[in-house]
Every structure is written in C-alpha cells, then in structure tokens.
C-alpha cells in the first residue's frame, strides 16, 4: 500500500484547500484538491459540468477522480463538500489515509462564501437555506468518517494548520 494521505473533509466554505495548501507546505507534501483535479481532467469549471451533465454526472467524475487521487500516496487532499455522500467514496477515503473534519458553522460559510459564483448548490434564491439542509444531512456523515474533528470558525488558516500538526498520527507528521 502506497504511504497514507492527509485527507480534508467537511462543507464548502470550511477551508479545506487553503489549510491544506498550509498543512502540504509545513509538511513537505504534495497538495491535491479533487474539484481542481475534476476541472483539469474535463478541461471546463464545475459549474459547467453541472449545467451540461448536471449533479449526477459530476457525482460520476468526482468519484473517478477520487479513485486516481487515493491511489497516489503522501499527499494532502482536499474533497468537495459532497464527496462523502457515496459509500464507494467513504470506502476511498477511508482505506487511503488519516481524514480531518473541518467543521464551520452556516453563518461563516455564509460569510466566506457570499460572493461565490462556482459552487452551483448555492446559485439558488436562498443559499443559506440550502447551507443549512446540507449541513443537516452531512455533519452526521462527517462526523462519522473523521478521524480528527476540529472547528474552522473565525480562525485564521494558518492557525488551524498549526493545530492540526500535534494532532496527526506520528507518522505522518514528519516533514517527507
Ligand atoms: C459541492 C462542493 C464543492 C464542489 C461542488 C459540489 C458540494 O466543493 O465539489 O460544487 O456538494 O458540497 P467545495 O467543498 O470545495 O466547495
């Protein structure tokens, strides 16, 4: 088996890819962020994706990438806020590495997200509504697959990435 990854989970807006661009560099390892790798690999942004294929279809791709992503080892990954909605993903994500909750409330997502224009869930009406039902059916899920849970709220990135550090497994928090 490939040496394990540091895998970030949670919801749009927690900080996945900028603490886990922090947690790659003081580490020493390489970063990935499966929506880039999505992006890179259709030649068009997620939006598109969802207008030509809609979430079904991206659901298909965000599972093929997470298969080529979890085969390579000594990263930190970033996922999507849905990614741990299908079992076959779970069942990726749990055999590839050490996964961290970022856990945030609505309104910092709110606060975070209020101009965003690429996460198509959100171009609805009410997106705060819609931060909130997903919340509700997925902080069960989160919490479930975690290894590490920690709050995200009003805390700088470079923080949360210096908290996460003593909290890794022993292996895995020696620089490469
Ligand atoms: C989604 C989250 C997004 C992206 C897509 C769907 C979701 O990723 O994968 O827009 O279902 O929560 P981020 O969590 O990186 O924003």
Not at 59 to 65: G, I, P, S, V, Y
Not at 85 to 104: A, C, H, K, M, V
Not at 126 to 146: D, G, S, T
């Amino acid at each position: 088996m490939s040496a394990q990854n540091i895998i970030l989970i949670g919801p749009m807006g927690s900080g996945k890819s900028t603490i886990g661009q922090l947690l790659a560099q003081r580490l020493g390892r390489e970063f990935r962020d499966s929506d880039h790798y999505i992006e890179e690999r259709t030649g068009v942004d997620i939006p598109r994706i969802f207008d030509i294929e809609g979430e079904e279809g991206f659901r298909l791709r965000e599972t093929r990438a997470l298969q080529d992503l979890t085969r390579l080892g000594n990263l930190v990954l970033a996922t999507g806020g849905g990614s741990v909605l299908r079992e076959e993903n779970r069942q990726l994500l749990r055999n590839s590495g050490f996964i961290i909750f970022l856990d945030t409330s609505v309104d910092q997502q709110m606060e975070r997200l209020r101009h965003d224009k690429k996460r198509p869930l959100l171009q609805t009406p009410n997106p705060r509504e819609r931060l909130e039902k997903l919340l509700e059916e997925r902080r069960p899920i989160y919490l479930e697959l975690a290894d590490l849970h920690l709050r995200t709220d009003r805390k700088y990135a470079r923080k949360v990435a210096a908290e996460i550090i003593p909290l890794l497994p022993e292996p895995l928090r020696t620089h490469a």
